[in-house]
């Protein structure tokens, strides 16, 4: 038996790869702050990935398994094709819902609980804890849900200060994602300031009124962030991780070589 630690992008997307397997497993997500399991806009395009090497497989792991839609990069001279991946498709709905408090040799330790099995840990800032992993760090930012249509749906990128998308989402909703790429440590010490600059550019587009804000962050590996972070700690204690921009095509390419290392 497995525990997955995490329902992020990382752990259900493993999840779904052992659903096809018949593997075993739990899953458990706590939906802490600044939770992958909470939001994702799960973006991608070859063109944004067409030089890392395992675009490929992790492609028709996507497509093979999960309902994409096609999307639009509305640039100031022209347009790009590119995917978005329904959040509500990837993520386990069937988490048990406790914090992980320990990941030892036997398996994993809640404040209701124990469950034996080998660990594999795909929560960022938990696997950072629980192992005090150096190269594990995050970027973090905050997003809307607006109930308003917008005239069209598009996406609009502004380099190299602020990252900013509108899009349909579900459910009737608007999406409006903002200064998604500070690390965490810096957020937080303005995450007020940052949230007001978000507001005023809001309003600049003629939306005055917002549903919900959301604040997420993106694991990252910064001594190697395009390979992400597979790390066998122990015996019993896995890490899969550290995706950054990359993550919802590195995670596929993860998964393959994780079964490498537990078979």
Known sequence: MYNIVGAGLAGSMLAKD?????IEYRIFDARLPF???????NLFSDTWLKDVSYIKSSLD??????????????????????????????????????????ANLEGVKTSSGFYKGVNIICAGFLAKK?????????????????????????????????????????????WYGDSTAIRHNNYMKKQKEYVQK????LASLGVTEYD????????MNIKNPREGMLIRVNKNNIIMNGGWKDGLVIYPYLIEKLHKIIK
């Open 18 to 22: 052992f659903d096809n397997k018949g």
């Open 35 to 41: 939770a992958a399991s909470i939001i994702s806009e």
């Open 61 to 102: 792991f996507i497509h093979n398994n999960y309902e994409v839609e096609k999307r639009f990069f509305v640039g100031k001279t022209n347009t790009t094709e590119l995917y978005h991946l329904p959040i509500p498709q990837v993520l386990k709905q069937d988490f048990i819902n406790e914090k992980v408090i320990e």
């Open 130 to 174: 629980l192992f005090k992993l150096p190269n594990l760090s995050a970027l973090s930012g905050h997003g809307f849900f607006i109930k308003q249509d917008p005239i069209k749906d598009y996406i609009n990128t502004y380099r190299p200060y602020t990252h900013e998308k509108m899009m349909n989402w579900h459910n009737g909703l608007v």
């Open 198 to 201: 978000s507001i005023a550019r």
């Open 212 to 219: 919900q804000i959301v604040f997420g962050a993106r694991p």
